[in-house]
Structure formats: structure tokens, C-alpha cells
């Protein structure tokens, strides 16, 4: 039999899973950053209490959290594929967070002090001055976050999602050709990562460094 | 008119005082410098005069809004009160008109064309007009600083706060900035200047306050408080830097 149609149809559900994650992950992370340094004591301990419990457990835990944990509660009840995409995305979340964190306050004061002189808002100045330099410092940082997640990814494939490393396991389970099948596997994960790479080098060379 | 009027004003960081009471009125079109040696809290003076430094007791008032009440909307008052940096401080991922024409549109819905043309008239006045689409860092420290005025000109603010406006430049950068300057002055502006730069403040300025230990020590017009000072911590400095 032919294994490849099977590991595409998981390639695709780990393609899926991944942009979804890593986009929420991202918003996740910004929001966090921002109620992390804004000057109301409240927000600011929401966002260091969730950055430090996701950061601070491991990733299987907090799936397994979310899709056994969760759903015993007779009031909610997710399905796989969203309990995966969330674990995955407040795992992303957590570290965004802090890269966008550093990278704000790692820009010249003096950036802010013009944009406030002005008469911009502090609003107007995260918005057109420091996130759009923060970001493009940021971007290598983000690709690595982005790899890590990807490789997170193969990790739902133990609460039964379809991704590409459970459909190799079933592929393997129908031909026994283990060697041949995570070899293959394991070159689709990397091209994956390998194009990601491009993609950034293409960001950071679109967004050249001023 | 007083435009700038300042009553008891005290800062402190923590415990350290590093403004003890100062008073001082600048009336509309003076032209004020600010000297004093390092540390002795010439850039907090001028950083209270927008709030970018929080007062600790006393007033600020600009063109008769106190700008230290609670009910300020300090960022309405800042868009009438320029600021240039010692840092220049432009935006490094915007072009030079970009840097110009941001706060316009932002902060008061100017048009982009009402704003870009506006911004290449201050271009051309600061001499600048071929440099509209380059980035700041393809610029020489002059030309930054230029730019940064024109930046700051844009707002059309009442006053214009310079911190030290020359102090970053290669010297033979610092004459077309003065310059500059010193046009700005002849048009009227009302300027308050901190600098070490004794010759402009003798040629331009109207009247030079001598800031010592937090406290204006001394404050004349420049012929007589560069040729005649009589506190001997002013006479101390001068002798310093003359
Ligand atoms: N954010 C701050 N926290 C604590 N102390 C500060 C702070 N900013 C300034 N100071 C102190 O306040 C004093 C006055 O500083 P300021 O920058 O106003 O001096 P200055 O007269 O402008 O000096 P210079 O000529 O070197 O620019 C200095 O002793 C400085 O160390
Ligand atoms: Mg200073």
C-alpha cells in the first residue's frame, strides 16, 4: 500500500493547526505585552500570571488540561482539533508575550519622548512609532518562536488529532516500514520549518533594518 | 504677553531635589537661554515645561493653560509646544517627510496633501527639500537635527523647547543648525534654549538664565550677564566655559 496519501492528509491538518495557532498565539502575545507594561497594577498581574503558568508547566500537561481537563466540566466540551489549536496558541501566547515585552522596552526612550512631544497618544505611539521597529527587531525571535510551535504541534497527535506525526504512526501501522515512514515524516516537518525560514528572511529583507 | 509662566516649581526624584523653586516668565517672541553646568538640572526644567517629566509642587502655565492640572489634556497641549532633542531623536523607520507629516495627520486629521505640503515648505526652509525621501540614517547629524525642527515646526507650536540642540553635532555641523535657529528667533518664536553654545546665546537671546544647584542663580541679558556677572557661581562657570 501507499503511504504518502496518508501523511499529506496529516501534513495538511498540521499546516492548518499551525497558521491558526500561531496567529492566535500572536494576537495572545501582543495583548499580553501590553497589559504587561501598561501602568494599571491589575492588568499587569493578569498578564505576569499567565505568562508564568503556561511558561512555567509543560506543554503536554496544558493539552492535556485542556481537552481531558476541561471537558470533564459538564459545561464545556471542545473537540480535539480546538483544544489542540488552543494549547498551542496560549503556549505560543506566553512567549510572544515576553519577546514583544523585551522588545518594546528595549527601544530608545527617546523614540517616545519625540512621538509624546508631539502630541501623540501613547496609543499613537505603540501604533506608528515603537511597535512597528520593535516588530522588525523582533522578527528572528518570532521565526524561532514559530519553529518551536511547529514542533509543538506533533505533540496533539497523542489526544488522537490527525496531524502528520499520528497519521505516520497509522501509516506505519498498515505497511511496517517504521524507518522509511519518520524519515519521510521527519523530512516534511523539516522542509515546513525550512520554508518558514525563507519566509522570514524574505520579512527581514522586505522590512530592512533602518 | 507672558507665554510661558512658571510659578514655585519643584521636582524631585526620590529625595534628591533637583529643582528647588523656580519662577520664571517668558513673555511672547523671547527669546530665553539656559546655562548651567552638568547635572545642575537645565533638561528637567525644560522637560517640565511639556510634562515630560511630572512636577513634583508649583505651576506651569502656557499661553494661560495650566498645564499642570489634573483636567490638562496634556496632549493637546503638547502639540503647541515643540521640542528638540540633543539626540535628534527622528523616527528611523519613516523617510524624513514621513517623519514631518505623522503628527499633522495624526493628531489633527491634516490632510496628507495640506501636510506633505506644508512639510516641504519647512524642508526648504531648513534647506532640506532634496533630502524628503531619504531615511534619517542617511543623514549627517546636522541634517537629522534640521529635520527634527522642521519635524517639530509642523505642529506650528506657540513655543519651541531646544535641549541642547548642538551638543551631538560635529562642529562644522553646528553653524546650519544655529542658523536655523537663529531665523526661527527673527520670526518670532517663542524659544527657550538650554545650550553651551555661549555665542549663540549672546547674539540671539533676549535674556540667559544661569541654573545652579537647582535654583535660577542669576538671570540678565546676555551683554551684561556674560560681561558683568555678579554671582561669583555664575562668574565661576563663565570662567569655565568663556
Ligand atoms: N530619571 C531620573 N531619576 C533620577 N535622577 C535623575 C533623573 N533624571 C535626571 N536626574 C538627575 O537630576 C539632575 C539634573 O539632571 P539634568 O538632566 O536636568 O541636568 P542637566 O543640567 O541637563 O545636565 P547636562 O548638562 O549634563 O545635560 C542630575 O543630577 C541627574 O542625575
Ligand atoms: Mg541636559
Not at chain 1, 103 to 131: C, V
Not at chain 1, 133 to 153: E, G, H, V
Not at chain 2, 30 to 36: F, H, L, N
Not at chain 2, 217 to 226: D, H, K, R, T, W
Request: with cysteine; hydrophobic share 50%; net charge neutral.
Amino acid at each position: 500500500m501507499n503511504a504518502l496519501p496518508y501523511l499529506l492528509e496529516g501534513l495538511k491538518v498540521t499546516i492548518y493547526i499551525f497558521v491558526i495557532a500561531i496567529i492566535l498565539g500572536f494576537i495572545i502575545g501582543l495583548i499580553m505585552a501590553l497589559l504587561r507594561l501598561s501602568p494599571i497594577r491589575a492588568l499587569n498581574w493578569i498578564a505576569k500570571i499567565f505568562i508564568d503558568a503556561i511558561r512555567g508547566t509543560p506543554i503536554l500537561v496544558q493539552l492535556f488540561f485542556f481537552y481531558f481537563g476541561l471537558n470533564s466540566l459538564e459545561f464545556i466540551s471542545f473537540d480535539r482539533t480546538t483544544a489542540g489549536i488552543i494549547t498551542v496558541a496560549i503556549n505560543a501566547g506566553a512567549y510572544f508575550a515576553e519577546i514583544i515585552r523585551a522588545g518594546i522596552q528595549s527601544m530608545d526612550k527617546g523614540q517616545t519622548e519625540a512621538a509624546r512631544s508631539l502630541g501623540l497618544t501613547s496609543a499613537q505611539n505603540m501604533r506608528y512609532i515603537i511597535l512597528p521597529q520593535a516588530f522588525r527587531r523582533m522578527l528572528p525571535t518570532f521565526t524561532n518562536q514559530a519553529i518551536i510551535s511547529l514542533k509543538d504541534t506533533s505533540l496533539l497527535s497523542v489526544i488522537g488529532i490527525a496531524d502528520l506525526t499520528q497519521q505516520g504512526q497509522i501509516a506505519i501501522a498498515a505497511t511496517f516500514k517504521a524507518f522509511e515512514i519518520w524519515l519521510v515524516v521527519g523530512i516534511m516537518y523539516f522542509l515546513l520549518i525550512y520554508l518558514l525560514s525563507l519566509l522570514s528572511n524574505f520579512l527581514e529583507r522586505r522590512f530592512e533594518l533602518r | 504677553m507672558t507665554m510661558i509662566d512658571v510659578k514655585n516649581l519643584k521636582k524631585s526624584y526620590g529625595k534628591f531635589e533637583v529643582l528647588k523653586d523656580i519662577s520664571v516668565e517668558i513673555k511672547e517672541k523671547e527669546v530665553v537661554c539656559v546655562i548651567g553646568a552638568s547635572g545642575s538640572g537645565k533638561s528637567t526644567f525644560l522637560r517640565c515645561l511639556n510634562r515630560l517629566e511630572e512636577i513634583t509642587a508649583g505651576q506651569v502655565i502656557i499661553d494661560g493653560q495650566d498645564i499642570t492640572a489634573k483636567e490638562a489634556n496634556i496632549n493637546k497641549i503638547r502639540q503647541e509646544v515643540g521640542m528638540v532633542f540633543q539626540q535628534f531623536n527622528l523616527f528611523p523607520h519613516k523617510t524624513v517627510l514621513e517623519n514631518i507629516i505623522l503628527a499633522p495627520m495624526k493628531t489633527r486629521g491634516t490632510a496628507k496633501a495640506e501636510a506633505t505640503k506644508n512639510a516641504m515648505e519647512l524642508l526648504e526652509k531648513v534647506g532640506l527639500k532634496e533630502k524628503a525621501d531619504s531615511y534619517p540614517g542617511e543623514l549627517s547629524g546636522g541634517q537629522k537635527q534640521r529635520v527634527a525642527i522642521a519635524r517639530a515646526l509642523a505642529m506650528n507650536p506657540k513655543v519651541m523647547l531646544f535641549d541642547e540642540p548642538t551638543s551631538a553635532l560635529d562642529p562644522e555641523m553646528v553653524g546650519d543648525v544655529l542658523e536655523v535657529m537663529k531665523q526661527l528667533a527673527q520670526e518670532g518664536m517663542t524659544m527657550v534654549v538650554v545650550t553651551h553654545e555661549m555665542g549663540f546665546a549672546r547674539e540671539v537671546s533676549d535674556r540667559v538664565l544661569f541654573i545652579d544647584e537647582g535654583v535660577i542663580a542669576e538671570q540678565n541679558v546676555p551683554g551684561e550677564l556674560f560681561s558683568n556677572p555678579r554671582n561669583k557661581r555664575t562668574q565661576a562657570f563663565l570662567s569655565k566655559v568663556l
